[in-house]
């Protein structure tokens, strides 16, 4: 089903819930996908778990994963967001102010996402593509639909943005992605460094709470690897279910591992009423988490349990505190409350793509120039030969209800 048109004066965004008819191929089970079409319209292909690639292949051979955009006076890019991602309000609402302040003109965003058996995602990715004709991609958080997004792109040449930290993301070979976030890895090794200097001067045991499933394997490489490095003792990984709503029993797994120290790598809504849990029930060690609990939600899920809370933070320069002052007044402005920090980088996501789809560079290789750097909202915007983002972290700590910075970082 369209969505509403959402937008301010000579920009637009089209949002789509549910699933489209492509022009050329659909990934639609339902025999009645085609009903009305005529052959040249649909070539129907169904799909079982395992067969998505080869859908995706199939339409390669057909061509239409290089058919050109249809010429448009917009630069449209497509924005990857499923129903089921936690952070999905402060995306949407970033892109969109960013398409709103473009200083380039006519921006249009595209969001898509549906439910649906795995690889809709890429189904969804495709489709922004191939009918919608858009010049680049912002990928979610979700690893597993960052991946989707990146072999989409890896058929099509169009260039991603992307919001997830796990370190596959960049290992996946497609040249023409950067990664806005900060990697797990990075904001892990931040925090096993820092916090037994905070703490009391010796190393913590810590457990680490995340999610299930893939997402949850992924972080935990990610978290393991950076205790490795900083020689630190994770004693333990526990998994969140995803239809967990009893803190209290997920609490009483966390601390049956004995830690002094407790990484919460969760939504933001999800990690605030663990640690709540955890203080509630008499946990006094640290916590921590990525920065992305940098948000209202988590400040309000928290509640007590935020003071003393420690996130790390991308730093940013004089220039970037400027843009970041602008942008917070602008958006408390659009709508109606404080950015958190998947906001943010979702703002920027939008300006490095604008910025590069439109340079002669990057038009003619389908590659991010290596010496690209501007000031974004969350520090500057630039990258190494893999697409990971160079940035500083410092570390926030929770005072007061909100996220200050720790001195001697």
């Given at each position: ?260 120290g407790i990484l919460v790598w969760l939504a933001p809504i999800r990690a605030g009423k663990l640690a709540s849990s955890l203080r509630r029930g008499g946990f006094i060690g640290a916590m921590a988490g990525p920065g992305s609990l940098e948000s209202v939600s988590f400040v309000f899920a928290a509640k007590d349990a935020c003071e003393g809370f420690v996130i790390p933070s991308i730093s940013r320069n004089e220039t970037s505190t400027k843009l970041f002052s602008s942008f917070q007044t602008a958006y408390r402005n659009r709508w109606s409350h404080d950015p ?70």
């Amino acid at each position: 089903m369209r969505g509403d048109l959402v937008g301010r004066g000579s920009c637009r965004a089209q949002i789509f819930s549910g699933p489209q008819i492509p022009l050329v191929a659909s990934f639609c089970r339902n025999d009645q996908v085609s009903a009305g079409a005529s052959p040249h319209q649909v070539a129907k292909i169904r799909t079982r778990p395992g067969y998505l690639l080869l859908s995706i292949l199939i339409g390669i051979n057909l061509g239409w994963c290089y058919a050109q955009p249809v010429a448009s006076s917009s630069l449209k890019i497509g924005v990857l967001l499923p129903p089921e991602e936690a952070q999905s309000a402060s995306i949407r609402e970033g892109v969109l102010l960013a398409q709103e302040q473009a200083r380039t003109g006519n921006i249009e965003i595209i969001i898509r996402g549906r439910v649906g058996q795995w690889g809709a995602d890429a189904d969804e990715a495709a489709r922004m593509v191939t009918d919608d004709g858009v010049a680049g991609l912002i990928a979610p958080p979700d690893g597993a639909a960052s991946h989707l997004v990146l072999q989409v792109s890896g058929r099509t040449a169009v260039p991603v943005a992307s919001l997830c930290g796990d370190s596959l993301v960049t290992l996946t070979g497609v040249p023409w992605m950067l990664r806005v976030a900060p990697r797990t890895l990075e904001e892990a090794q931040a925090l096993f460094q820092a916090i037994p200097g905070l703490a009391a001067h010796k190393p913590l045991r810590w457990a680490a709470v995340v999610p299930e499933g893939r997402a949850g394997r992924e972080l935990s490489h990610d978290l393991k690897q950076a205790a490795s490095d900083c020689h630190a003792e994770l004693v333990g990984v526990v998994e969140a279910g995803n239809s967990c709503t009893n803190f209290d029993i997920l609490k009483a797994k966390v601390l049956e591992c004995r830690p002094e120290g407790i990484l919460v790598w969760l939504a933001p809504i999800r990690a605030g009423k663990l640690a709540s849990s955890l203080r509630r029930g008499g946990f006094i060690g640290a916590m921590a988490g990525p920065g992305s609990l940098e948000s209202v939600s988590f400040v309000f899920a928290a509640k007590d349990a935020c003071e003393g809370f420690v996130i790390p933070s991308i730093s940013r320069n004089e220039t970037s505190t400027k843009l970041f002052s602008s942008f917070q007044t602008a958006y408390r402005n659009r709508w109606s409350h404080d950015p958190d920090a998947i906001a943010s980088m979702s703002y920027d996501a939008v300006v490095v793509l604008t910025h590069l789809i439109q340079s002669t560079s990057q038009a003619a290789t389908h590659r991010f120039p290596s010496d690209f750097s501007e000031a974004g909202v969350t520090g500057q915007l630039s990258f190494d030969d893999q697409g990971n983002r160079k940035l500083t972290l410092e570390l926030l700590r929770g005072y007061d209800g909100k996220f200050v910075r720790i001195d001697g970082n």
